[in-house]
């Protein structure tokens, strides 16, 4: 793995259509001709922290439209499974060589990239391996619901993915690093 002075850190946004809520909403129109998901990857763009971008999705059908999307942009894609979340995490991070991984949801098209690199800079400048600005440790959160930044070694994301077992440790990435706060090191950063 590279030191943390020369670091492979590498920014997965994960995406697909078939969102309970708002089925195809990453693809929506927000703003005159961006969707969502262009929101999302042009304040990203504007990190001095973040270097690679790739767009974790689907392999399903649904979510051609992304990968088309993506090849449109020229950004990097990776298309995994549906339901385990958390494989597809580690399989996209594996692939791109990612010791350092970003994670960003694309239905938060106001994120800050401000704050994304207040928590890699915190994140690099001390031996963690997960860092989130919102507290999954004491059940609140002192930032705005959207701006949600974590980020995360690929040897803990690796352990995650060998580990967990339970069906909500697996639809979602980051869930098994704070119920086993004794494996990691790990904080969470206040606004």
């Known amino acids: 793995m590279k030191s943390k002075n020369n670091i ?16 195809g909403k990453v693809m929506m129109k927000v703003e005159n001709e961006n969707t969502m998901l262009d929101c999302v990857i042009n304040q990203l763009q504007n990190s001095k922290e973040i270097k690679n971008i790739v767009i974790a999705t689907t392999d399903q059908e649904e979510d051609d439209v992304i990968a088309k999307f993506a090849k449109n942009r020229a950004i990097k894609y990776f298309r995994g499974s ?29 994120i800050d990239y ?12 001390n031996n963690y391996d997960y860092i989130s600005n919102r507290s999954t440790f004491q059940g609140f959160s002192t930032y705005p619901s959207g701006y949600d930044v974590e980020v995360f070694t ?11 077992k339970l069906p909500s440790e697996r639809e979602h990435v980051t869930p098994y690093f704070y119920k086993n706060k004794e494996i990691f090191r790990q904080t969470s950063i206040e606004n």
């Open 82 to 110: 549906k339901k385990d979340v958390l494989d597809r995490y580690y399989q996209c991070a594996k692939k791109f060589k990612f010791s350092e991984i970003i994670r960003i949801t694309s239905d938060n098209p106001l």
């Open 154 to 164: 690929f040897s803990a994301l690796e352990n995650a993915w060998k580990n967990a």
């Open 114 to 125: 401000e704050i994304v690199d207040t928590v890699v800079e915190h994140f690099k400048s």
């Open 8 to 23: 492979a850190i590498g920014c997965i946004i994960q995406a697909r259509m078939s969102s309970i809520r708002l089925p």
